[in-house]
């Protein structure tokens, strides 16, 4: 199937390359209806535990119980373990999960012909039309049936990026401090304790992860993502997609300029939230000494008319989900043909015990023009 997206799809120079360009849509408001992104549902859920190693349960799932005004989000700092991010585990996770969703029994019917990813990548597709700063790299493969679509990030731009991010470790920290104070973990049973705190112990390897379906317009698709909570009883089972929450932390708001650059960011929290069905983002508000001032709760799905309702609002959702529906008729129209189960139906028998030569694409976001997708072997 041929998309037409309703924006003007130019050649331009990169035709020369053998390359598909798409470019940004128009920021305006005369875009005709977007493609629904339809209900997510909850395929499964995993925990990565503080070694890092998966366990195919809710062991890692946490309790929402708000963080005490005040609290110190420096604290524990340097006793923070840290995820080593020189290993870069693909979509190992979210397949493994899927494999034993469907040794289980249940199908894989409703994933073919879609979009296998994190939700962190659509997030960053989705909200492309808006970012004029950081541009992105990703890889595509097709494999029976699906688009597999994960992060790009060539070992020098990784260095490059722990580089600047060292710079920003204690800012990152205290959001992950913030998620710490504000949740507790299944086997604590101590309520009273709870709520007064928390002990210093962040790990990063800690992660609790929900695989959903959904789909944009008739595209499906399948992602991956880490739920930071739930609203519920400590230690009762997971109550499903409706009680998740997203913890976010933000500098106290002290004048205009702090405003719009709050409003800016909860474009990327919306689309988080909303791709994986998380209906509630709590956000506390820290000073630059790390200490928690303030919260406020934001309902996923009313960000965009909160947005809208503003004198210059700064990104709408329309181009979001077209930019989206576009990239991804684009990958699926390409990419899906050169799957190697299609193209070479003779290694379908050698599957289980190695994965065929597949077709590398690349799909490449440079920001304020638009994104190329081109075949890298
Ligand atoms: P904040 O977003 O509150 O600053 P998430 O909110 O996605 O669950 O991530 C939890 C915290 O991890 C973030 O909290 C931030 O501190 C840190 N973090 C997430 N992505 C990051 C990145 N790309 N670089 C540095 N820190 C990051
Ligand atoms: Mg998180
Ligand atoms: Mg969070």
Redesign the pocket.
């Known amino acids: 199937m041929t998309y037409q997206p309703p924006f003007k799809r130019d050649p331009g120079p990169s035709s020369v390359k053998q390359t598909h360009f798409l470019p940004l849509p128009p920021s305006t408001h005369d875009l005709p209806p977007p493609p629904a992104y339809h209900l997510p549902a909850l395929i499964t859920t995993y925990s990565h535990l503080p070694d890092r190693s998966i366990s195919h349960d809710d062991t890692s799932m946490t309790y929402y119980r708000p963080a005490p005004i005040g609290c110190d989000l420096s604290y524990g700092f340097e006793r923070r373990t840290e995820r080593d991010e020189e290993v870069d585990e693909h979509l190992d996770g979210l397949c493994e999960s899927l494999e034993k969703v469907e040794r289980e029994g249940q199908g894989k019917g409703e994933r073919r012909g879609g979009v296998i990813t994190w939700r962190g990548m659509i997030t960053r597709i989705m909200t492309a039309p808006f970012e004029d700063r950081d541009g992105w790299q990703m890889t595509a493969i097709a494999l029976d049936g699906s688009v597999y679509l994960e992060l790009y990030d060539p070992s020098e731009a990784r260095a490059r990026k722990r580089q600047q991010?060292s710079s920003?470790a204690l800012?990152?920290?205290?959001?992950?401090a913030?998620?710490s104070f504000s949740t507790v973990s299944r086997d604590h049973t101590d309520e009273e304790n709870a709520v007064k705190g928390w002990g210093g112990d962040v790990n990063?390897n800690v992660q609790w992860c929900n695989v959903i379906r959904s789909a944009i317009g008739e595209i499906p698709l399948c992602l991956g993502g880490?739920v930071?909570c739930v609203r519920s009883e400590i230690g009762s089972s997971y109550p499903g997609l409706s009680e998740t929450m997203?913890?976010?932390?933000?500098k106290i708001i002290e004048n205009e300029r702090q405003d719009a650059v709050f409003h800016k960011k909860l474009l990327k929290h919306w689309a988080?939230s909303w791709l994986l069905g998380v209906p509630e983002i709590q956000v506390g508000f820290r000073d630059d000494a790390g200490i928690l001032r303030s919260q406020k709760r934001f309902e996923t799905e009313s960000i965009p008319r909160f947005i809208a309702a503003l004198p210059n609002p700064p990104w709408s959702t329309p181009p979001a989900l077209h930019f989206l529906h576009a990239v991804l008729s684009l990958v699926t129209t390409h990419v899906l043909p050169t799957d190697p189960l299609v193209t070479q139906p003779e290694v379908r028998s050698s599957v289980q015990d190695k994965l065929p030569p597949a077709t590398v694409w690349r799909l490449s976001f440079v920001p304020r023009r638009g994104v190329e997708l081109y075949k890298i072997g």
């Not at 800012?171 to 992950?176: A, D, E, F, R, W």
């Open positions: 991010e920003w800012q990152s920290y205290m959001g992950y913030f998620e990063t880490e930071d997203e913890l976010k932390t933000n988080q």
